[in-house]
């Protein structure tokens, strides 16, 4: 087990229905992708906000990853939609 | 001396001609400033009000990394990027985007740089507020912008 602490931005907040929470993770969830998966196991708000999950970005430590990036030694994870600023 | 990189993320607004005074004062070097200013914009007469969220520290941190890498690859003498967050209605600033160069073409093609990339990578979320009181909608990522970003592919 491993214990990360997650944050959440927009709409992927707002299913969620919180900004941040620390899990502890099962030690088969190795990377972001299998994070999304763990995740989407927790309760239908997750699912729903989840579901189209090739559309949610991550940053470990507040830098953009893909989903292949291993989770190992982060502080911080953000998963979040596509960005809209500027 | 390394080119000086200002980044800031805030509430309030901000002045053009302060940023342009700022970056400019005590140097006579620079030879050319590009200024790209946005703007919330309310083209069906239907929005109240945008609210832009943001993720604090990673929004400064992504915006300076851009930024570093434009002056870099362009050869920019000074860059500074404002943007703001909270509630902003029709008519106010939302980002500023500052660029010092010697000559003009690198002042230009590092502000359309720095703007194409933070309109992609910056942590910055546009929620709508309709005029009719109705939830509005978080702003859609648009695939124009994505096409913007990757002419810039090396």
């Given at each position: 087990m491993s214990t990360v602490n997650l944050v959440y931005f927009s709409w992927v907040r707002e299913r969620i229905g919180k900004g941040e929470e620390t899990l502890e993770l099962p030690a088969g969830v190795v990377t972001i992708g299998d994070l999304l998966g763990h995740l989407k196991t927790l309760g239908a708000e997750y699912e729903a906000a989840l579901e189209h999950q090739n559309v949610i970005r991550a940053a470990i430590n507040q830098e953009h990853v893909d989903h292949?990036?291993?989770?190992?030694?982060?502080r911080e994870i953000a998963l979040f939609p596509p960005m809209t600023g500027g | 001396m390394a080119a000086p990189v200002s980044v800031r993320v805030q509430r309030e607004d901000f002045d053009l001609a302060a940023e342009v005074s700022a970056l400019t004062?005590?140097?006579?070097?620079?030879g050319a400033v590009v200024t790209f200013l946005g703007l919330c914009r309310d083209e069906a007469g239907s929005l109240d009000a945008l609210e832009l969220e943001h993720y604090p520290g990673m929004a400064e941190a992504e915006i300076s990394r851009i930024c570093h890498e434009a002056v870099q690859r362009f050869g920019l003498q000074a860059a500074t990027a404002v943007h703001r967050f909270g509630r902003i209605e029709p008519g106010e600033n939302i980002v500023l985007v500052l660029t010092a160069s010697l000559h003009r073409q690198a002042a230009f093609d590092g502000a359309n740089f720095i703007m194409d990339f933070l309109k992609t990578s910056a942590p910055f979320w546009k929620k709508e507020h309709r005029a009719d009181g109705s939830a509005g909608d978080w702003v859609s990522a648009k695939d124009a912008d994505d096409a913007a970003r990757e002419r810039w592919s090396r």
């Open positions: 292949g990036e291993p989770i190992a030694g982060a | 004062r005590g140097r006579a070097d620079i």
